[in-house]
């Protein structure tokens, strides 16, 4: 008699979330890439692309599919209770101008103003981690504000405050809020999630000092009398 395999369905199991998640990592790594040539590219066809509204609808998208992949990766990790934040010291002023130097090709390329208003101060966070809720933010600055972006930081009530304003039509009354969207109230079928929203408060949260814990807040008004987008560490 021939043997026969002994397999159980269990041990044939395929972890479908690592699987996603590593299919993930390998598209945000390609459009990583993908984003360095279209830099290349802008940067050698300056004249001829630079004011392309074609090129910039392609690097503007290619910008947010990569920060979708980044938060959902974050988010897969926190659902994994595998994400942390590495806590240290930065220059605020330097650490917002050389984030906002990333956005300066295709903000130029559409015609966009930009500014850092930072008060002369050192932060406390995870680097990696408030990147990829700036490059969210200022993603979603770039495709709501008329003509206007500035990032801000400052000091309140203790906590390191750091801002991104437009001067568009700001925050839906429904989106404004202090504190952390519930992930189970997304709705997918909107075409507007908050992922980005969520994966903001989930990096805020990470940062704590004592009974204190990260927030974000969403108003409108600020400097440019649009929407405003804060992200409050202890």
């Known amino acids: 008699m021939s043997d026969q395999s002994t397999d159980s369905p ?10 996603l998640a590593s299919a993930v990592h390998d598209m ?3 459009l990583g890439m993908l984003l360095n040539s279209l ?7 300056a004249d001829s692309m630079g004011e392309s ?4 609808t392609l690097q503007y998208e290619a910008e947010r599919m990569h920060n979708d992949l980044v938060q959902l990766l974050g988010i897969y990790r926190l659902g994994e209770n595998n994400l942390s934040a590495h806590i240290e010291e930065h220059f605020v002023p330097d650490f917002l101008s050389d984030h906002l130097a990333r956005h300066t090709p ?5 015609g966009l103003e930009y500014s850092v208003e930072a008060d002369d101060i050192n932060g406390f966070f995870d680097d990696d981690l408030l990147t990829g809720v700036l490059n969210n933010t200022i993603n979603n600055a770039i495709r709501y504000t008329k ?28 989106m404004q809020h202090n504190g952390t969207p519930n992930f189970k109230s997304l709705d997918f079928k909107s075409g507007s999630t908050s992922l980005g ?18 927030s ?19």
């Not at 309140?156 to 039509?169: A, F, Q, S």
């Open 10 to 19: 269990r041990d044939n199991h395929i972890d479908f979330s690592m699987v």
């Open 197 to 214: 929203l969520f994966f903001a408060s989930s990096v805020a949260r990470l940062h704590s000092e004592g009974e204190r814990t990260g």
């Open 53 to 56: 509204s074609r090129f910039n």
């Open 106 to 110: 295709l903000l130029e390329g559409l």
């Open 28 to 30: 945000k790594n390609s």
């Open 39 to 45: 830099d290349e590219l802008r940067a050698d066809h």
């Open 147 to 174: 003509s206007r972006i500035r990032l801000t930081a400052g000091e309140k009530d203790g906590y390191l405050v750091i801002g991104v304003e437009d001067d568009g039509e700001g925050y839906p009354e429904t």
């Open 216 to 234: 974000i807040r969403l108003h409108n008004g600020g400097s440019l009398g649009g929407g405003v987008f804060e992200i409050w560490l202890p």
